[in-house]
């Protein structure tokens, strides 16, 4: 081992920073073109560092064309409603059939097994029909509801609960707790480990979602970030790619912030929910 | 010349010192077991030996060959791990057959499908499966030879693991805590097989265990390890009975063995709570000392015998031995006494009792742990002062 | 639970007992009932909507791919298998369908293999490591829409960077998004750069949890060279994370739509339609609902053929 050391350890690293720096390049010329005035991003595209900062300009337009804050904000209860629902919903779910003894239980699995197979694409066009015909397109509920269910969640929690020591549940139930209460009390404090891996796998999901957003909403004010970013797109019909990319930066940065900061469980959670992707 | 001799190896991690110079021979087909509290660095020793890890000095000869600088293939050195290290995609028998494929057919003959069809591989694969299957016939684990790791028993898993590191025919075998995965009542069991399976193949063999016991009964010599040096390595009645520093006296025995801290008076003398002792030869007055005895050593006599004066506190029926716990009257020190049970008749808890030592049997320490060789007799037990 | 019945019910405790061989009921009782009631409780919401939201929109799409259904008319009939025969001489589907097995067959093994060998070179690094983990994950948590953008711009075939790259080295730069013998394979590039993060942390994941001891034991098993290793112990132990990570790939790559709708809306010339996008346009655009969910349900068998076939590989072949 010792001896290749040296070599190998030289062309790996060489290898890995080539790829992490194509791997980052979108995101260099992204910050770098967000400066960059019309101009400039017309004659010079390589020079990384602009010879005038337009950045306030740039980020001024962003967020003159498109109310980039709205953006944000739908996205933002877009994406903490579906996760709430589908928290809510699945863990008492997931609770019954890991630990209780019912008749459905199996039918409700192959529901599950089934419902991991179908992704929003499969269903899209009945969902569309029935919420155009409630008149409920454009409007919050239409973003969500769909999506209040999870059978991944349940599909997840279910094998976190099952892991779980029988035990833990017949003491509560000894010192005379109800079934929510264990659900409540005993389950949820317990299940921190899954709830953050699905939230991070949910947001993720969701916050970049284009599929739906795009079905449902055609007005500006439900737009979530990259329907909102499609709008600007449309608005910005020519190539004023300081603007575009000072958008981008805007609306990437949310998760990817978060990202940094919470690396660990980004990628532990992305880990264990990788199950499906 | 010695089958396998460890010179003077020294480890560090970091600024963690984790072996501090350890030096150690070993004869033909000696068994030593090299016993130590976790995490005093046998593993790493072990890893070392068998070329998994690099020492910072040293250096490691076996039969005759420097091992030193050769990497770990090309020692010719088979270990057993604590996990059995079985590849579990691999069936028993393929397990056992690794060492031999990787030392027999070339890289290409090892590929699956395209291996198969190369000239010159099957009569090396012929004989390389009468030998997985001689070796399994021997250890009685033929029946097992296509199942794969997760089918097997803990104690199943530990004779493929025991099988894939004979059947290479090694010139010096390492195991690495082998039996601490199995229940109570295998591990003894195959402590007597390891032994046995030893005795037939006639490997020099060193054994890492942090369980005394088992390294007592097992190694032809013990070397018992503390923090990352060697305190004692002898033959295990010479570990047991004549321990050369304190520790290793602790760490041996079970009850562990009884200490009282103590110093050398002025005169030469010890002092044990009302008792002065007199050694053979002088010790520097005013030194710490520790005097150690074991609990068979001591034995109870009514109060009022001469010897030391003790409450009893608690006791323990082993069945073929009770265990007493007692605590001296003038020091207030726990002493641990092991009778057999007609001798521990009529004891109760709260009894006043006299603990009478076998003088013969105390030993003393100095402050840095080592023995001191002038040891107490009970013939120079004097009465000072009735307490 | 049962041994706290026998006690509530002593009066239940022979009848269990009793020898009866065929069909032993179980016998329901007040707890066991009670508990199957708190269960359907529990599960309740989850059943409703499981039903409304996956089960009766999947009914309803199969049954709407055998009508004319379109949005804004009041009437439909059924029309039997007329959509599907449609579908075989859609020139637009077959292209679609087409340049969606291809964009599959590119992005698939290559990510896969690249998310594999770059897992390989951090884990064997030690220097770094987190560094080169951010870096290659970060496509994966950055919204694609935006970074579908970014490549609009790198690979503008007059102001793109790529293209002035190409330029100071002579080479002429094709237009990379424009033209449709290039657009598909630029889609499947940025579709790369997107998925091997993800795949990375998978096969890193993988890569933990193999055991240090089997490499100590293949060392002294006589493995040599870290190439004998990673055949003997590395790649047999990636089996399971490999088939799943091979699935999810080829799933995520049939469901490409993101990048297709916001550089290329299918183009030029049909160049770039891939299955989403061909239902996005049909059902949503030209509302002919019909048709487009019989598209769909082509769409749902590929994804069960595709879950089907690891359902059988994981059991059969990398089950240890
Ligand atoms: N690769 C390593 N890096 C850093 N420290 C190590 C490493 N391997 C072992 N150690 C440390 O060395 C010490 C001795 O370990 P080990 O030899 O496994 O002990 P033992 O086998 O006696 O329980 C422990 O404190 C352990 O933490
Ligand atoms: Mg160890």
Not at chain 2, 267 to 281: C, I, K, M, N, S
Not at chain 3, 245 to 265: C, G, Q, Y
Request: hydrophobic share 50%; aromatic share 10%.
């Amino acid at each position: 081992m010792t001896q290749t050391f040296n070599l190998g350890r030289a062309i790996r690293l060489t290898l890995l920073s080539l790829g992490a720096l194509i791997f980052l390049a979108p995101y260099i010329f992204m910050i770098s073109t967000a400066g960059k005035a019309q101009s400039e991003i017309f004659t010079s595209s390589l020079s990384l560092i602009p010879t005038q900062f337009f950045y306030l300009e740039n980020f001024a337009k962003a967020f003159g064309r498109v109310s980039m804050g709205q953006l944000l904000w739908n996205g933002v209860v877009v994406c903490g409603l579906i996760f709430v629902f589908q928290v809510v919903i699945a863990i008492p779910c997931a609770y019954a059939m890991a630990k209780l003894k019912f008749g459905a239980a199996r039918l409700l699995m192959a529901l599950v097994m089934l419902g991991l197979l179908v992704p929003i694409h499969a269903t899209s066009l009945p969902l569309y029909v029935a919420f155009d015909s409630a008149a409920l397109l454009n409007s919050y509920t239409a973003l969500v509801a769909p999506f209040s269910i999870s059978v991944f969640a349940i599909f997840l929690f279910l094998q976190f609960f099952r892991a779980m020591p029988d035990d833990l549940i017949h003491a509560a139930r000894l010192d005379g707790m109800s079934e929510l209460g264990i659900v409540m009390r005993v389950i949820v404090p317990n299940a921190w480990p899954a709830i953050t891996a699905f939230a991070i796998f949910s947001v993720v999901a969701h916050w970049n979602d284009l599929y739906w957003p795009l079905i449902v909403v055609s007005n500006q004010a439900y737009a979530t970030p990259p329907l909102g970013l499609l709008f600007f797109r449309a608005a910005e019909a020519g190539d004023d790619y300081g603007a575009l990319m000072a958008a981008t930066l805007i609306i990437t940065l949310p998760l990817v912030a978060a990202f940094l900061l919470a690396q660990k469980r980004f990628v532990e959670g992305i880990t264990m929910t990788g199950l499906k992707g | 010349m010695s089958a396998l001799s460890i010179t003077n190896v020294t480890k560090s991690f970091g600024d963690n010192h984790i072996l501090k110079g350890i030096s150690l021979e070993a004869e033909a087909g000696e068994f030593i077991a090299l016993v130590g509290p976790s995490g005093c660095g046998k593993s790493t020793l072990l890893r070392i030996v068998a070329g998994l890890e690099g020492a910072d000095s040293g250096e490691i000869v076996a039969g005759g060959r420097d091992l030193t600088r050769l990497v770990a293939a090309e020692r010719n050195v088979a270990m057993v791990f604590q996990s059995y290290a079985l590849y579990p995609h691999l069936t028993a028998g393929q397990n056992i057959a690794v060492p031999l494929a990787m030392r027999n057919l070339t890289s290409l003959q090892r590929l699956p499908m395209i291996g198969s069809m190369l000239p010159g591989q099957k009569a090396i694969r012929k004989d390389i499966l009468r030998q997985v299957t001689d070796m399994a016939r021997s250890l009685k684990i033929d029946h097992l030879l296509d199942r794969k790791p997760g089918q097997m028993s803990g104690g199943q898993r530990q004779r493929v693991a025991l099988a894939r590191a004979m059947v290479r025919q090694p010139g010096l075998f390492l195991m690495d805590e082998p039996l601490s995965n199995l229940d109570a009542n295998l591990r003894v069991h195959a402590r007597g097989e390891i032994v046995d399976l030893h005795r037939r193949a006639g490997v020099p063999t060193l054994y890492v265990t942090h369980d005394q016991a088992e390294a007592l009964s097992m190694a032809d010599r013990v070397a018992v390890m503390m923090s990352g040096s060697l305190l004692q390595l002898a033959a295990p009645e010479v570990i047991y009975d004549d321990p050369a520093h304190i520790e290793v006296a602790k760490f041996v025995g079970q009850p562990r063995i009884n200490t009282i801290a103590s110093r050398v008076d002025a005169d030469g003398a010890v002092t044990l709570g009302t008792w002065r002792l007199q050694p053979h030869e002088r010790l520097v007055p005013g030194t710490d000392i520790t005097v150690a005895i074991r609990s068979e050593f001591l034995s109870i006599a009514d109060m009022g015998t001469p010897g030391l004066p003790a409450h009893i506190e608690r006791l323990e029926f082993l069945g073929s031995e009770v265990i007493v716990y007692t605590k001296l009257d003038a020091i207030g020190e726990s002493m641990v006494v092991k009778l057999a049970p007609s001798d521990a008749r009529g004891l109760v808890a709260g009894k006043p009792v006299t603990i009478v030592p076998q003088g013969e049997r105390l030993m003393v320490f100095g402050a840095d742990g080592a023995r001191l060789r002038a040891d107490l007799t009970f013939t120079t037990l004097l009465e000072r002062a009735h307490g | 639970m049962a041994d706290m019945t026998a006690i509530s019910i002593p009066a239940e405790v022979p009848r269990q007992k009793a020898p009866k061989p065929i069909v032993p009921r179980p016998i329901v009782n007040v707890s066991e009932r009670h508990e199957a009631r708190v269960a359907w409780m529990l599960a309740a919401p989850a059943m409703i909507l499981i039903v409304l939201f996956i089960v009766a929109p999947v009914i309803a799409v199969i049954t709407l791919g055998f009508t004319d259904f379109e949005l804004g008319y009041s009437t439909f009939k059924f029309v039997g298998f007329e959509n599907y025969a449609e579908l075989f001489g859609d020139r637009t589907f077959r292209q679609s369908l087409w340049n969606t097995a291809i964009y599959t067959a590119i992005v698939a093994p290559a990510s896969i293999l690249l998310g594999l060998g770059v897992a390989l070179l951090i884990e064997s690094e030690t220097v770094g490591r987190s560094f080169f983990r951010t870096a290659y994950f970060l496509p994966v948590a950055s919204l694609l829409v935006a970074m579908a953008t970014v490549w609009q711009y790198l690979l503008h075939p007059t102001i793109g960077p790529v293209n002035s790259m190409l330029a100071m080295v002579g080479l002429p730069g094709p237009n990379w998004l424009g033209s449709a013998g290039t657009v598909l394979y630029s889609l499947s590039m940025i579709g790369v750069w997107q998925t091997v993060g993800f795949n990375m942390i998978l096969f890193l994941a993988g890569l933990t949890a193999i055991p240090r001891d089997l490499y100590s034991a293949a060392e002294i098993d006589g493995a040599k060279s870290p190439i004998d290793r990673f055949f003997l112990v590395t790649l047999p132990m990636l089996g399971p994370t490999t088939v799943f990570v091979t699935t999810i790939s080829i799933i995520n790559a049939v469901k490409v739509f993101e990048t297709v709708k916001t550089l290329t809306e299918g183009g030029p010339n049909k160049a770039s339609e891939v299955l989403l996008f061909t239902i996005y346009q049909e059902g949503f655009v030209y509302l002919r609902v019909g048709y487009a969910s019989a598209m769909t349900v082509v769409f749902l068998a590929v994804l069960v053929v595709m879950m089907f076939a690891q359902y059988r590989l994981v059991d059969r072949k990398v089950h240890y």
